[in-house]
């Protein structure tokens, strides 16, 4: 116990306990809303949470990167999809009983692969981490690293990375005179 | 004083990380928008990362690695989001619609 920060452990504990109930808060948001822009900011939330455990896992480095590339790309990306699409859940066509079959066995099938998982991770023999460590995880090691024992994996996603702005553009340009659309498109010529 | 250590320890990490997974399915299973399963596929990556994450700052002997790896994960992800999202969208244009439910015919 520190003499001149009384409590600063509780208050470890209180940040932690926060991170963890952002990413699971989140995530259920994210899952359990009706409009997907509220899922959205749902992502958004439990990605906060998540670079927070990062953080308590070590890895400012990735902490930053997730916040920078989840918030910061990955979930306005996602939105203006929502925005270009109206994307609303539907109220449900099939019948009443059937939905609410099909909820009992999703959460049912859910619960089962995470409790198992769950178990499996609380009972397994874990090895001791050694003593020695090979880096010290900084971001000086993990550029080494990147540079030397992972520089192919390095080359092959940017080449995947690559690939998937060009598919990406083709596809989104690909379907844009596509005959018998129910609402008639403006003319090319006044683009 | 055990519950101070508790982020020192890694089972909560795991257990997290198979409740993310849990969530992450009910939603790819009950959704039925196609960016709402987008999305649950998005947490179904994160429960990976967390996962990695933890096995890599507890049990590694080489704590880069880990950061490498769930590097490449948020890579591929968003090369994953930008491809999905842009058939979404080509999708949207000829049914009007991204219930997967409607759509039926392959042929364009």
């Known amino acids: 116990m520190n003499a001149a920060f009384p409590f600063a452990d509780w208050l470890v504990l209180a940040a932690f306990a926060l991170a963890v109930g952002l990413t699971l808060a989140g995530a259920l948001i994210a899952v359990l809303t009706t409009r997907i822009i509220r899922g959205v900011a749902g992502l958004m939330v439990c990605c906060l949470g998540l670079a927070g455990l990062y953080y308590f896992l070590n890895s400012p480095f990735l902490a930053l990167m997730e916040i920078l590339i989840y918030v910061g790309a990955v979930c306005v990306t996602i939105i203006f ?28 099938i859910a619960l089962l692969i995470g409790g198992a998982l769950a178990y499996v991770a609380l009972s397994g023999p874990w090895p001791a981490r050694p003593e020695t460590l090979v880096s010290d995880g900084s971001v000086a090691a993990i550029g080494v690293s990147l540079l030397t024992t992972y520089s192919l994996a390095f080359e ?25 659309l129910a609402t008639p498109t403006p003319p090319p010529a006044q683009r | 004083m055990k519950l101070l250590l508790v982020h020192q320890q890694p089972a909560i990490y795991l257990v997290l990380a198979a409740l993310l997974l849990a969530i992450g399915i009910y939603g790819l299973l009950r959704r039925r928008t196609l960016i709402g399963m987008l999305i649950s596929g998005e947490i179904i990556f994160a429960a990976a990362s967390l996962n990695l994450m933890a096995a890599n700052r507890f049990f590694a002997p080489d704590p880069a690695a880990g950061q490498i790896f769930v590097l490449f994960i948020m890579g591929l992800a968003a090369a994953e989001v930008a491809i999905a999202l842009s058939i979404i969208i080509a999708v949207y244009r000829n049914y009007r619609s991204i219930t997967p439910e409607e759509l039926t015919e392959l042929k364009g």
Not at chain 1, 81 to 98: G, I, L, N
Not at chain 1, 171 to 176: S, Y
Request: aromatic share 2%.
């Open chain 1, 81 to 108: 999809a929502v925005m270009m699409a109206e994307p609303d859940e539907q109220p449900a066509h099939a019948t009443h009983k059937a939905h609410i079959a099909w909820g009992i066995v999703a959460t049912m």
């Open chain 1, 156 to 180: 092959a996603i940017s080449l995947v990375l690559l690939v998937a702005i060009l598919g990406a553009l083709v596809l989104a340009c690909g379907g844009r005179t596509a005959p018998g």
